[in-house]
Antibody, heavy 119, light 110 residues
């Protein structure tokens, strides 16, 4: 049973880089067929897929965020990370990490972490 | 890419059935069998309810079912219960090798 836990600063200054990490337990991030994902939810609104990274390190990003997003794997720590650069107040959201089966659906989710962009 | 289209809200009485639609295009919903549905209670992470259009994960009630016709997928909940009151989101894989969410539907159990 896979478990995911997000961590990182809850407050980020405008124009800076948002950095979050997702620790994975109960399974290896190197396992074939899994894609490790980031999803966010602006306050009171719907879900937005940010992107994911495959078990082999291939990355896929939402076109609307692609120029600012980097997702990476750290197999030694069994975790993966999100970096979102040049943030504005519009990036204030709850950020979820999730495991995706084959890149098609999300079967396990972290609890989410609120990141506020403000000076 | 625009979000998949879902009704903003639906409602039903306990014991009734409701259906939530999710409309996309031939580049997403209509082109693949990779539609999934998620239930989200306030303050909680989403939970997978249906994957690959009509498959239920282990542990999800058989009151939840999914289907697809053309560019529109549907989630049906039969025998509505108070605990079903939540937000529901659909997702589809797309031709751009991305994933696209629907705008979400708030289900109210009257």
């Amino acid at each position: 049973h896979v478990q995911l836990q997000e961590s990182g600063p809850g407050l980020v200054n405008p124009s800076q880089t948002l950095s979050l990490t997702c620790a994975v337990s109960g399974g290896s991030i190197s396992s074939g067929g899994y894609y490790w994902s980031w999803i966010r939810q602006h306050p009171g609104t719907g879900l937005e897929w940010i992107g994911y990274i495959s078990y082999s390190g291939s990355t896929y990003y939402n076109p609307s965020l692609k120029s600012r997003v980097t997702i990476s794997l750290d197999t030694s720590k069994n975790q993966f990370s999100l970096k979102l650069s040049s943030v504005t107040a519009a990036d204030t959201a709850v950020y979820y990490c999730a495991k995706s089966q084959g890149g098609y659906y999300f079967d396990y989710w972290g609890q989410g972490t609120l990141v506020t962009v403000s000076s | 890419q625009s979000a998949l289209t879902q009704p903003a809200s639906v409602s039903g009485s306990p014991g009734q059935s409701i259906t939530i639609s999710c409309t996309g295009t031939s580049n997403d919903v209509g082109g693949y069998k990779y539609v999934s549905w998620y239930q989200q209670h306030p303050g909680k992470a989403p939970k997978l309810m249906i994957y690959d259009v009509s498959n239920r994960p282990s542990g999800v009630s058989n009151r939840f079912s999914g289907s697809k016709s053309g560019n529109t997928a549907s989630l049906t909940i039969s025998g509505l219960q108070a605990e079903d009151e939540a937000d529901y989101y659909c997702t589809s894989y797309t031709t751009s090798t991305t994933l696209l969410f629907g705008g979400g539907t708030k289900l109210t159990v009257l």
